[in-house]
């Protein structure tokens, strides 16, 4: 099996739709979980704090560590492996459309920026709560209880560079799920002219749940913070 998971193309791409797959269902959740802070700020902090340092939410971050650095790792490999057989094209699918035909041909770019916004994201968010609670901390450099989500959120998109950094990154996120998401089922042969539309158009609704969602926390909080009045607050 390791054989076939690392010497073949099929396997490599199988890899990256079981990693994809992962990782669609947790942007899911996390989505839904931060909307929670636009209805309830206490619920929020209420799910920040079961998903603290607790023996199962580090072995759920150790999972997830792991499964973005297989995904991009394979990302890379089936890139090297396509410009090693095609020339510098980037990996394509046996199946094209002119909709999603940006995105297929720059899936490593979007990648990329995907990751660097990962990277801010661990800085403004994980590295003040749970990297706070695994190191004995009661309170983070800004102040706040690491378990206060709420407070974080609203603290970091009360700054306009953020809310900006933020929405181009989900829109990066949105154009890499609007092919990612079709192309997993493509790879174990899913894709064909019966279903290819119907995978398309689930990946769009899908990739524009995950935008909207996420953009929506960003930009209530961010409303709340140039109109207090929003919030409730005069």
């Known amino acids: 099996m390791s054989c076939f998971l690392t010497n073949s193309s099929l396997g490599k791409k199988l890899v990256m739709s079981l990693t994809g797959c992962f990782l669609v269902l947790f942007i899911l959740f996390h989505m ?22 607790n023996w199962y939410a580090l072995a759920g971050t150790v999972v997830l560590a792991a499964g973005v650095l297989i995904h991009f790792a394979y990302a890379l490999w089936l890139t090297y492996d396509n410009y090693q057989a095609r020339g510098k094209q980037r990996y394509e699918v046996t199946v094209t459309e002119p909709g ?16 660097a916004g990962l990277a801010l994201h661990l800085f403004n968010f ?23 989500g709420a407070a974080l959120i609203q603290y970091t998109f009360s700054q306009w560079y953020y809310v900006v950094i933020y929405l181009l990154w989900f829109a990066a996120l949105w154009f890499h799920l609007t092919h990612g998401v079709w192309s997993m089922f493509q790879s174990v042969g899913w894709a064909n002219d019966t279903w290819y539309p119907r995978l398309k158009g689930l990946a769009t609704v899908v990739a524009s749940i995950v935008f909207l969602g996420f953009a929506a926390v960003v930009v ?12 409730g607050v005069c």
Request: charge should be negative; glycine fraction near 8%; charged fraction near 10%.
């Open 32 to 53: 839904s979980m931060n909307l929670v802070a636009i209805i309830s700020p206490e619920g929020y902090n209420t799910i920040c704090a079961f998903l603290g340092a």
């Open 100 to 115: 999603v035909d940006w995105a297929s041909k720059n899936m490593l770019v979007l990648g990329w920026i995907i990751l």
């Open 126 to 148: 994980w590295a003040k709560m749970q990297l706070v609670e695994i190191m004995g901390g009661h309170e983070n450099s800004l102040g706040f209880h690491p378990a206060d």
């Open 220 to 231: 209530v909080y961010f409303v709340q913070s140039i109109c207090p009045c929003s919030a």
